[in-house]
């Protein structure tokens, strides 16, 4: 049910799909580097407990 | 509780662990409510609504240059707005939020200028124009790249909330003629606003404003913009913190051998 762009298709679908990849990207990277964040200050704090 | 009693508890938020606690348990909210608003407004946008009499399919772009354009100004507001509190109160979660949404802020400009490019191109006739809007929007994406630069460049943390601090107050004249400029010059491709405009959408004033039909689908993308905004700010704010506080520790744990 893709809706009939006419002749601005090319336009219309260029924008649509680089603001969703900005947008994915945006948030896949924001999550990623939280946990990878979020996993070194387990293994630092981890780390100083054991070491009292 | 009093206003001033309710403004004091804002405060409470300037502790890192109460900050954390606290969006933690509000995060899921944010994160699935905005994919469910702009999941529905685009879908809504793209498939339900009728082409525009003049500009034809062009207008479902609307629904993505415009949040993003607000988004890109508010941004700056808010990092602004924590700015200003690092700068009168010294309370590091602010600094640290103003750090954390200016790469949400990047994106969100970049996405409002190139979709604009790509809508301007068959409309205008041309991809970009000097025009008053467009250059300060472009002059507020440099604003942002340097600010991110400066928070990189600085090594000690203070000094680096200190300056891009100030650079915030400084950019925040182009994020106010982003809104503006077209009121300030008349002049340029770039119309007014057309739709954060009371009268254009109650309809009480005679200039172009965006057809309802339009407007509800567009507003549900807006919700789920700034929704989507909250949700990177409270995550990206709460990695910030970590990454400081991991710093801390080695820097403890090295002076304790």
Not at chain 2, 36 to 41: A, D, K
Not at chain 2, 92 to 113: C, D, E, F
Request: with cysteine.
């Amino acid at each position: 049910m893709m809706p009939d762009l006419g002749k601005y298709a090319d336009t219309v679908l260029s924008a649509y799909a680089a603001s969703l990849f900005l947008l994915v990207a945006l948030v896949v990277l924001s999550i990623l580097r939280g946990r990878k964040v979020r996993a070194e200050m387990e293994k630092v704090e981890k780390r100083m407990s054991r070491n009292g | 509780m009093s206003i001033a009693s309710k403004a004091n508890a804002l405060w409470e938020y300037a502790n890192p662990k109460k900050f954390l606690t606290t969006t933690e348990r509000v995060l899921p909210f944010f994160w699935i409510s905005s994919a469910v608003f702009i999941v529905v407004g685009l879908v809504w946008g793209f498939f339900f609504t009728p082409d525009d009499y003049k500009q034809g399919s062009t207008v479902k772009i609307i629904y993505l240059h415009v949040p993003s354009a607000l988004m890109a100004i508010n941004c700056w507001i808010m990092m602004l707005a924590t700015s200003l509190v690092w700068l009168v109160r010294r309370h590091h979660v602010s600094a640290l939020a103003a750090r954390a949404a200016a790469p949400v802020g990047i994106v969100m400009t970049l996405i409002a200028l190139a979709t604009g490019a790509i809508w301007g191109q068959p409309m205008w006739g041309t991809w970009w124009a000097w025009d008053p809007r467009l250059t300060s929007f472009l002059i507020l994406f440099l604003f942002y790249l340097g600010y991110v630069a400066l928070w990189e460049a600085i090594e000690d943390p203070d000094t680096a909330a200190d300056l891009t601090s100030v650079l915030c107050l400084v950019g925040s004249v182009f994020a106010f003629l982003s809104r503006y400029a077209v009121n300030f010059w008349n002049q340029g491709l770039h119309q007014g606003a057309s739709v954060m405009r009371v009268g254009a959408v109650t309809g009480t004033d005679t200039e172009e404003k965006v057809s309802n039909i339009f407007f509800f689908p567009l507003l549900v993308c807006i919700i789920g913009f700034v929704l989507l905004f909250i949700a990177l700010v409270f995550y990206r704010t709460g990695t910030e913190i970590r990454a400081r506080r991991i710093k801390a520790l080695i820097a403890r744990e090295r002076v304790n051998g």
